[in-house]
């Protein structure tokens, strides 16, 4: 069989180039996704901006997310790959010094995990709690919070998948707990767009959600309306906090709903989306006596 007949039935490859972890020295070979090849068949999109692929007769499931994170796997530590050896002596400290508590926690959730193997639904998901749990330990200057954000959200995706493969494992909890940390991180992530904490522009390349078309912050502002709204119970108990909570979300999706009717250059499934999103706020907002 020739080679491009033997890549023709594969889904990815490694890297020719050694990748070295920065934290453990570790020498490994990076997964990547082939490109083309009827590999990925697109579905819809759905509303908290996450692109459904359908499942390939030929390859089986096919998800772009599973290649994105680089993980060591020894020591676990994972990142977007641009972050990948940008880090700073006390980030790398305190990164390395977490590895073996790194290892127990994804253990307890997903079971030993061996990330020299091709990737899957079970280390794709582990990928981004890894990530998650090490830009937790990443200083200001590589904008960690939105990168925390997107790595919550994909992860909410995953335990998705798994809840509907492995209905009574109790995947749902978890899915549901990733979805409310993401509902928090992209609420701070809002705040940070504001008062400069944090460069958040170094992350604008990267805030997704998904991998088939960057909302940027576009992006950031619908989702945490659409999260805010689904787990306004979690958010807030109390009714009077819940209005407050629905209030600010839906004055920072009034703006991104403006200038989405004012701007031809944006694009037309995040305005129909916020327009539809907003009038749900509307409808929420007047049943709670709230804002009109």
Request: glycine share 8%.
């Amino acid at each position: 069989m020739s080679l491009a007949a033997a890549q023709s039935k594969k889904v990815s490859f490694r890297a020719k180039e050694s990748t070295a972890c920065p934290i453990c020295d570790e020498n490994h070979q990076k997964e990547q996704m082939f490109q083309g090849g009827g590999r990925l068949i697109a579905g819809k999109l759905a509303q908290d901006l996450r692109r459904l692929y359908e499942k390939n007769r030929k390859f089986g499931r096919v998800s772009p997310l599973d290649y994105v994170m680089s993980v060591c796997p020894r020591c676990l530590y994972s990142s977007f790959p641009k972050d990948w050896n940008s880090l700073n002596p006390a980030d790398n400290e305190a990164i390395r010094m977490a590895t073996d508590s790194r290892r127990s926690y994804i253990e307890k959730i997903l079971g030993p995990l061996d990330f020299t193997a091709d990737r899957q639904i079970a280390l794709g998901a582990a990928s981004y709690l890894l990530g998650m749990d090490c830009y937790q330990l990443r200083g200001a200057s590589v904008a960690p919070t939105p990168k925390k954000a997107v790595c919550a959200i994909r992860a909410a995706w995953y335990f998705s998948d798994l809840h509907d493969e492995f209905p009574h494992i109790g995947y749902d909890k978890i899915r549901d707990l990733l979805y409310q940390k993401a509902a928090v991180i992209y609420g701070y992530t809002l705040e940070l767009m504001q008062n400069g904490n944090e460069p958040v522009d170094q992350a604008a390349g990267m805030l997704g959600p998904d991998t088939d078309n960057n909302w940027g912050f576009d992006g950031v502002i619908y989702l945490n309306a659409f999260l805010t709204k689904k787990f306004k119970d979690q958010m807030a108990p109390k009714p009077e906090d819940q209005v407050l909570l629905l209030s600010r979300a839906k004055r920072t999706l009034a703006r991104l709903y403006g200038s989405g009717k004012a701007s031809k250059g944006k694009p037309g499934p995040i305005v129909e989306m916020t327009r539809e999103l907003y009038d749900e706020y509307n409808a929420i907002l007047e049943a709670m006596g709230g804002e009109k």
